[in-house]
């Protein structure tokens, strides 16, 4: 058994008297990959953000100690006129690099993550200039520039095309395999949950399951989180 | 040499240089946080502090410095809470300060000279402390933009991000209001309330219009910014005309062309 990086007692967020997420319980163990699922307004990204201590929660959070994280948000929206290059971007990042002075030695670590995540050429350009999937890109090598333990991905292929979507989640998938980073990943879509993630929690304002996907993922859940059209869903494998 | 020192174009060169290039730095993060309505608010403040200064005999630039940094806080904290929007938040304080001054000037009897010095800048007004309070917060200015540059790109570009990150994001919006605070008191003077906000806005947007990355926005923001003071200066001292006015055509006519070598 890996050695358990997270675990969720119990965890709800309560914002303005307005309780968005109740009654989340899980735990995570290093190396897997936990999507997690459920409707739009479900609480997906509420639940994201309480982990990693952007909202204020209630319940129990224990991170294993040190641990260092990696996020690539939701639907990034900057200033797309924003003076920022690649380079530049990935070198806040980087330990000890100096924004004005940058010495070759940060150069090759922001040169060799680009290339971990086939975004070489994109290193002086301009972020605003980037098309959805380079972005996702670079903003992957963002996340993963510091080695995290666990990698958070909030929906990160929205607006992504289909070939896009499929080399981001390969690549996922390898980083995992080859590095062992654990990650958690948002999605609604089922497909994406039944082919990469090793365990899900379904959510739809409190928790609906946790487990396999293939054991946790019952009709009556997809029913309760998606109404009446998913229940019949087929997946093909 | 200690006559040089003393001299007026001294004098008026050393303040116009300190607060080009602490106007470059400052607008950089000024324009990318999309905060260019706030320093004129800022200055507005700053010149009820100067009133209220006069009225009460307290150092005018310290009655500015404190007064616009009241304000500062005020309108982050009232933005922090969510309760209006910061355009909003900006008017009410803006129009509050201004008809504080007004009334104060009214009441002071404050001439219209002098009223307009205040407006648009009168640089040969400035006294020897000016300059040494200028020439410190500019050094100041270097020193906490060389330690937070990175930190202060980070919030301007993402702060959410910056805050998953562990960034105290609140604790330095604080400080570069205070930095832009005691900006807008010391320059008040020199370019007046009227075209403190310009100052730190066009150079910085010229060089966003030309520049690639963030480095090459920064330092081509501080060449445009003393470009447009020293001409300035120089054209002013020539043509007898204030200084304020002539800093600000010449960096928009920078602006413009930028505009047209645009990337």
Same mark, same amino acid.
């Given at each position: 058994?890996?050695?358990?990086?997270?675990?969720?007692?119990?965890?709800?967020?309560?914002?303005?008297?307005?309780t968005?997420?109740?009654?989340?319980?899980?735990?995570?163990?290093?190396g897997?990959?936990?999507?997690?699922?459920?409707?739009?307004?479900?609480?997906?990204?509420?639940?994201?953000?309480?982990?990693?201590?952007?909202?204020?929660?209630?319940?129990?959070?224990?991170?294993?100690k040190?641990?260092?994280?990696?996020?690539?948000?939701?639907?990034?929206?900057f200033?797309?006129n924003?003076?920022?290059?690649?380079?530049?971007?990935?070198?806040?990042?980087?330990?000890?690099?100096?924004?004005?002075?940058?010495?070759?030695?940060?150069?090759?670590?922001?040169?060799?993550?680009?290339?971990?995540?086939?975004?070489?050429?994109?290193?002086?350009?301009?972020?605003?200039?980037?098309?959805?999937?380079?972005?996702?890109?670079?903003l992957?090598?963002?996340?993963?520039?510091?080695?995290?333990?666990?990698?958070?991905?909030?929906?990160?292929?929205?607006?992504?095309?289909?070939?896009?979507?499929?080399?981001?989640?390969?690549?996922?998938?390898?980083?995992?395999?080859?590095?062992?980073?654990?990650?958690?990943?948002?999605?609604?879509?089922?497909?994406?949950?039944?082919?990469?993630?090793?365990e899900?929690?379904?959510?739809?304002k409190?928790?609906?399951?946790?487990?396999?996907?293939?054991?946790?993922?019952?009709?009556?859940?997809?029913?309760?989180?998606?109404?009446?059209?998913?229940?019949?869903?087929?997946?093909?494998? | 040499m200690?006559?040089?020192f003393?001299?007026?174009?001294?004098?008026?060169?050393?303040?116009?240089?300190?607060?080009?290039?602490?106007?470059?730095?400052?607008?950089?993060?000024?324009?990318?946080?999309?905060?260019?309505?706030?320093?004129?608010?800022?200055?507005?403040?700053?010149?009820?502090?100067?009133?209220?200064?006069l009225?009460s005999k307290?150092?005018?630039?310290?009655?500015?410095?404190?007064?616009?940094?009241?304000?500062?806080?005020g309108i982050?904290?009232?933005?922090?809470?969510?309760?209006?929007?910061l355009?909003?938040?900006?008017?009410?304080?803006?129009?509050?300060?201004?008809?504080?001054?007004?009334?104060?000037?009214?009441?002071?009897?404050?001439?219209?000279?002098?009223?307009?010095?205040?407006?648009?800048?009168?640089?040969?007004?400035?006294t020897?402390?000016?300059?040494?309070?200028?020439v410190?917060?500019?050094?100041?200015?270097?020193?906490?933009?060389?330690?937070?540059?990175?930190?202060?790109?980070?919030?301007?570009?993402?702060?959410?991000?910056?805050?998953?990150?562990?960034?105290?994001?609140?604790?330095?919006?604080y400080?570069?209001? %205070?930095?832009?605070?005691?900006?807008?008191?010391?320059?008040?003077?020199v370019?007046?309330?009227?075209?403190?906000?310009?100052?730190?806005?066009?150079?910085?947007?010229?060089?966003?219009?030309?520049?690639?990355?963030?480095?090459?926005v920064?330092?081509?923001?501080?060449?445009?910014?003393?470009?447009?003071?020293?001409?300035?200066?120089? %054209?002013?001292?020539?043509?007898?005309?204030?200084?304020?006015?002539?800093?600000? %055509?010449?960096?928009?006519?920078?602006f413009?062309?930028?505009?047209?070598?645009?990337?």
């Amino acid at each position: 058994m890996e050695r358990e990086i997270l675990s969720a007692k119990n965890l709800s967020v309560t914002i303005g008297g307005r309780t968005l997420v109740k009654g989340v319980t899980f735990d995570l163990h290093e190396g897997d990959i936990l999507a997690l699922i459920g409707p739009n307004g479900a609480g997906k990204t509420t639940i994201l953000k309480a982990l990693l201590g952007i909202l204020p929660s209630e319940g129990e959070i224990k991170w294993q100690k040190k641990i260092s994280i990696g996020y690539v948000p939701q639907r990034f929206t900057f200033d797309a006129n924003f003076p920022l290059t690649v380079q530049e971007l990935l070198s806040f990042r980087v330990k000890g690099a100096r924004f004005w002075f940058r010495p070759k030695k940060t150069c090759t670590i922001i040169s060799n993550i680009l290339q971990t995540v086939g975004a070489e050429k994109l290193m002086k350009r301009r972020i605003g200039k980037l098309s959805a999937g380079e972005l996702q890109r670079v903003l992957l090598a963002y996340a993963l520039v510091d080695n995290p333990q666990i990698l958070f991905l909030d929906e990160p292929v929205a607006g992504v095309d289909i070939e896009g979507e499929e080399n981001f989640y390969n690549l996922i998938t390898r980083l995992n395999k080859e590095k062992n980073i654990t990650i958690i990943l948002v999605s609604h879509d089922l497909n994406i949950v039944y082919k990469y993630a090793r365990e899900v929690i379904c959510v739809d304002k409190k928790m609906l399951c946790f487990g396999a996907p293939h054991k946790a993922l019952t009709a009556e859940v997809l029913k309760e989180a998606f109404g009446r059209d998913v229940t019949s869903f087929k997946h093909k494998h | 040499m200690l006559e040089f020192f003393q001299s007026e174009i001294f004098r008026i060169v050393a303040v116009g240089i300190s607060i080009g290039i602490t106007a470059a730095m400052l607008g950089v993060f000024v324009i990318l946080r999309k905060l260019s309505y706030f320093p004129d608010a800022l200055a507005h403040a700053a010149l009820a502090g100067i009133a209220l200064g006069l009225l009460s005999k307290i150092n005018v630039v310290l009655g500015a410095a404190i007064f616009a940094l009241l304000m500062a806080l005020g309108i982050a904290y009232l933005e922090r809470k969510k309760i209006l929007g910061l355009d909003t938040i900006i008017v009410i304080f803006f129009s509050t300060a201004l008809a504080m001054a007004v009334l104060v000037a009214e009441f002071l009897n404050v001439s219209e000279e002098d009223l307009m010095g205040y407006l648009f800048g009168d640089i040969l007004k400035i006294t020897n402390e000016t300059v040494l309070l200028a020439v410190g917060i500019a050094l100041l200015a270097v020193i906490i933009l060389i330690i937070k540059f990175k930190l202060w790109t980070k919030i301007s570009f993402h702060s959410e991000l910056a805050l998953i990150e562990g960034v105290k994001v609140n604790r330095e919006n604080y400080l570069f209001m %205070l930095l832009l605070a005691l900006f807008v008191a010391i320059s008040i003077r020199v370019v007046g309330t009227i075209l403190i906000g310009p100052l730190l806005v066009i150079p910085a947007a010229a060089a966003n219009n030309v520049s690639g990355g963030f480095r090459g926005v920064f330092i081509l923001s501080i060449i445009f910014s003393l470009v447009s003071v020293i001409l300035g200066i120089f %054209l002013s001292t020539i043509f007898h005309v204030s200084l304020g006015p002539i800093i600000v %055509l010449i960096a928009a006519a920078i602006f413009v062309i930028s505009t047209i070598l645009r990337r």
